[in-house]
């Protein structure tokens, strides 16, 4: 396990920099959440999504609101377990506890030592379950608290409906699915601008093009991005009633969506 240190909300995390997609790379094969990945994982994210801090330490205050007594907060998708150690610290309702579920072994591996690590750190965390496995075949409990946290682009689009259906039937009362992505935008202009804005981001954040042109077309086959307002339609036909967007920072948005 590499050594760990804490951020400034105290989530244990490693430091090694990502330079995955440095050296020219004869043939750029597509991403996957492999050891390479993990090993960089923190810092690849936080470089890479801007907002990305702000909307995990959110979604745990958010999480508080709608989270239910004796009830399951799902973190799907879970990586390394970033959202559920913002769960665990936020959330204070009787009885709750959460699980993390992610198909990618070596991300489940790290993910547990990381929860080992907060354990060690905080007293009264709720209790946590990591389980590896596929989330479109996974048997929700009732749930009251549901965090797809940059999972669902990573989902064929043609089982995207199917898991939000099985989700919106998992949810309590009161609950809520919280739903962050990477945007497309339909408006050419629009899309364009963003996209170059993200670039920029990266740029800032010690990138250098040849890693920006690698990482792209390491994603463009695995990862498939909608737009807000495809998000939304499909989100009510799952059965939600209400769609919120509570933050957006250049092409990345967070949404609240309401059974
Ligand atoms: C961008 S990462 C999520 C980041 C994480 N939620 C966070 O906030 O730090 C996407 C994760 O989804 C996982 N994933 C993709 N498809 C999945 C599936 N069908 N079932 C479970 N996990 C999946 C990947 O292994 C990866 O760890
Ligand atoms: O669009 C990008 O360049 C990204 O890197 C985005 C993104 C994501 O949104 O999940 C893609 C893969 C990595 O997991 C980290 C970030």
């Given at each position: ?9 105290g989530?244990?995390v490693s ?7 440095a050296?020219?790379l004869?043939q750029v ?8 990945v ?5 810092d ?9 801090p ?11 609101q709608?989270?239910?007594p004796?009830?399951?907060l799902y973190d799907l998708?879970?990586?390394l377990?970033?959202v559920t150690?913002?769960l665990r ?9 959460v ?6 072994a ?6 547990r030592?990381?929860l080992n690590a ?6 009264e965390?709720?209790p946590?379950?990591v389980?590896?496995?596929d989330i479109l075949a996974l048997?929700f409990q009732?749930a009251s608290?549901?965090?797809?946290n ?8 043609e ?6 259906s099985?989700?919106r039937?998992s949810?309590?009362?009161g ?6 992505e990477?945007l497309r935008f339909n408006?050419a202009e629009?899309h364009a601008?963003?996209t ?8 800032a954040n010690?990138y250098?093009?040849?890693?920006i042109a690698?990482?792209?077309s ?7 991005p909608?737009s807000?307002?495809e998000h939304?339609e499909r ?5 939600f009633?209400k769609?919120v967007?509570w933050f957006q920072c250049l092409?990345?948005a967070?949404l609240?969506?309401?059974?």
């Amino acid at each position: 396990m590499p050594a760990l240190s804490t951020d400034t909300a105290g989530t244990a995390v490693s430091k090694e920099p990502d330079r995955i997609f440095a050296q020219p790379l004869a043939q750029v094969p597509d991403f996957a959440f492999n050891e390479d990945v993990v090993r960089v994982f923190p810092d690849m994210i936080k470089r890479s999504v801007p907002g990305y801090p702000t909307i995990v330490e959110n979604l745990g205050v958010l999480a508080a609101q709608f989270a239910q007594p004796d009830s399951v907060l799902y973190d799907l998708g879970a990586s390394l377990g970033a959202v559920t150690q913002a769960l665990r610290r936020h959330v204070r309702s009787d009885g709750c506890r959460v699980i993390a579920v992610d198909n990618s072994a070596a991300m489940v591996e790290r993910c547990r030592e990381y929860l080992n690590a907060q354990n060690s750190m905080f007293q009264e965390l709720l209790p946590v379950e990591v389980i590896e496995g596929d989330i479109l075949a996974l048997e929700f409990q009732p749930a009251s608290v549901v965090a797809l946290n940059f999972t669902l682009q990573f989902i064929a689009p043609e089982q995207r409906t199917a898991l939000l259906s099985r989700i919106r039937q998992s949810l309590l009362p009161g609950g809520a699915l919280i739903l962050s992505e990477k945007l497309r935008f339909n408006d050419a202009e629009e899309h364009a601008l963003l996209t170059d804005l993200h670039v920029a981001f990266k740029r800032a954040n010690g990138y250098s093009e040849l890693e920006i042109a690698q990482k792209r077309s390491a994603i463009e086959n695995v990862m498939k991005p909608d737009s807000l307002e495809e998000h939304r339609e499909r989100l009510l036909a799952a059965g939600f009633s209400k769609v919120v967007p509570w933050f957006q920072c250049l092409n990345f948005a967070s949404l609240i969506a309401l059974p």
